[in-house]
């Protein structure tokens, strides 16, 4: 990995989500690097049980819906219990996607409470690319929503080959407090 440079810090407080545009707000999301690189810090729905998740538009994409860029997906997630009567590593076909248009999950049913929250990294890869797909993995440590501690491994590509230029981060159900940041790798 390159040297990250921070281009923008976005926070949410009781907001539905949270969208890095390039060309607006100061935020760089094209050529200028071939990869970039989203931190999450202290992600908290208002809603037991929420999923947080991402999906992003293509250039081509005049509606700006974030619901026609294809992703394909794998999630794995490894937990351990706070009481200790449980630990383990579980693939959710449910969580992937084949050629999916929906919002992609990073975590598996994150508690609500005030000592329950997510943090972690997305890496997109080349999303200004005419030419190729746009690859992408994330790595999520949290809090579920039955007291244990989870980890989620994502990975997969935007099945296509027109430049990316939005991402838009939410909850598959309700708000979210939380700060995400956007960095350049050079």
């Known amino acids: ?11 949410a407080s009781g907001d539905s989500s949270l969208s890095f545009v390039d060309g607006t707000s100061d935020v760089t999301l094209d050529s200028t690097y071939d990869e970039y ?3 999450f810090t ?24 974030y619901d026609t860029s294809q992703i394909q997906s794998t999630l794995f997630d490894s937990f351990q219990q706070e009481s200790g ?12 996607q084949a050629n999916g248009t929906a919002f ?4 598996f049913n994150l508690g609500n ?3 329950e929250s997510l943090a972690g990294i997305l890496h997109l890869f080349n999303p200004a ?25 994502i990975a ?18 309700g708000n979210f407090d939380g700060v995400i940041q956007l960095f350049g790798i050079s």
């Open 1 to 11: 990995m390159g040297i990250p440079t921070l281009i923008k810090t976005l926070t």
């Open 37 to 39: 690189m989203f931190v």
């Open 42 to 65: 202290d992600i908290n729905p208002a809603t037991d049980g929420a999923e947080f998740s991402f999906q992003v538009n293509a250039t081509d994409d005049a509606g700006g819906g």
């Open 85 to 96: 009567a449980s630990s383990g590593v579980a693939y959710y076909a449910a969580y992937d």
């Open 104 to 107: 992609q999950p990073l975590n």
């Open 113 to 115: 409470g005030s000592d």
């Open 129 to 153: 690319s005419t030419t190729y797909v746009k690859h992408f993995y994330a790595r999520t440590s949290y809090t579920h929503q039955t007291e244990e501690a989870d980890q989620s491994f």
């Open 156 to 173: 997969g590509y935007i099945n296509d080959t027109t430049a990316i230029d939005e991402i838009q981060f939410k909850m598959d159900s």
